[in-house]
Nanobody, 126 residues
């Protein structure tokens, strides 16, 4: 049974930091591209960041570039999202996702991902 479990969300003031974690089980984690997406009510799920299987390649949405960092620890089957200089517009439910296909050109596309976590709420107060 595949499980992706996010943690680390919460309420933070603007310019603060949070670190999200996503622990995977039931998959050979090191084979998967991992991504973070976010969603607010009434909007489509939005790409945030992705990291390839070995961690040598990362990609970010323009809106978070320079503020967020994605990383992974394959020994712990965990992917992280370090979020700094948070803004009110970063408020959303954050989801991690796993993609086995490794089509890096489509790492920003939610439909490409095979498995999803349940999401964790991040609220940034201004």
């Amino acid at each position: 049974q595949v499980q992706l479990v996010e943690s680390g969300g919460g309420l933070v003031q603007a310019e603060g930091s949070l670190r999200l974690s996503c622990a995977a089980s039931g998959i050979t984690f090191m084979r998967y591209t991992m991504g973070w997406f976010r969603q607010t009510p009434g909007k489509e799920r939005e790409f945030v960041a992705a990291i390839n299987w070995g961690g040598s390649s990362t990609f970010y949405a323009d809106s978070v570039k320079g503020r967020f960092t994605i990383s992974r620890d394959n020994a712990k089957n965990t992917v992280y999202l370090q979020m700094n200089s948070l803004k009110s517009e970063d408020t959303a439910v954050y989801y991690c996702a796993a993609d086995l296909k490794y089509n890096w050109n489509r790492a920003t596309v939610a439909a490409e991902y095979d498995y999803w976590g349940q999401g964790t709420q991040v609220t940034v107060s201004s």
